[in-house]
């Protein structure tokens, strides 16, 4: 069973920076798209950002280019730099793999895995 772990998530000023991580594990034979999503409390989840194997990003309309995802695909991870934080950002983060990967009986198995979420707060 492949996991997602994710880091960095905490307490921030507003105008603030931090760095989310989120690193995958299993028998992965390979990882295509990589991103984030966020949930604010009684707000559905929404798309923050995400990336290709190829590098290629996408981003939601209210990132307005204060956050950047980039990935490292020898180490399987995929990183959120966020900056100019402000109060509207306050929500637990989760990053998602598509993963291909080796079930026990040597079947490839490709599925869409879920972190467990890190709360990102912004006081204003």
């Known amino acids: 069973q492949e996991q997602l772990v994710e880091s960095g998530g905490g307490l921030v000023r507003a105008g603030g920076s931090l760095r989310l991580s989120c690193t995958a594990s299993g028998r992965i034979v390979r990882i295509d798209d990589m991103g984030w999503y966020r949930q604010a409390p009684g707000k559905e989840r929404e798309l923050v950002a995400t990336?290709?194997?190829?590098?290629?990003?996408n981003y939601g309309d209210f990132v307005k280019g204060r956050f950047t995802i980039s990935r490292d695909n020898a180490k399987y991870t995929v990183s959120l730099e966020m900056n100019n934080l402000e109060s509207e950002d306050t929500a637990v983060y989760y990053c998602?793999?598509?993963?291909?990967?080796?079930?026990?009986?040597?079947?490839?198995?490709?599925?869409?895995?879920w972190g467990q979420g890190t709360q990102v707060t912004v006081s204003s």
């Open positions: 998602y793999a598509l993963i291909l990967a080796l079930n026990p009986s040597e079947e490839y198995v490709a599925s869409k895995s």
């Open positions: 990336i290709t194997g190829g590098g290629s990003t």
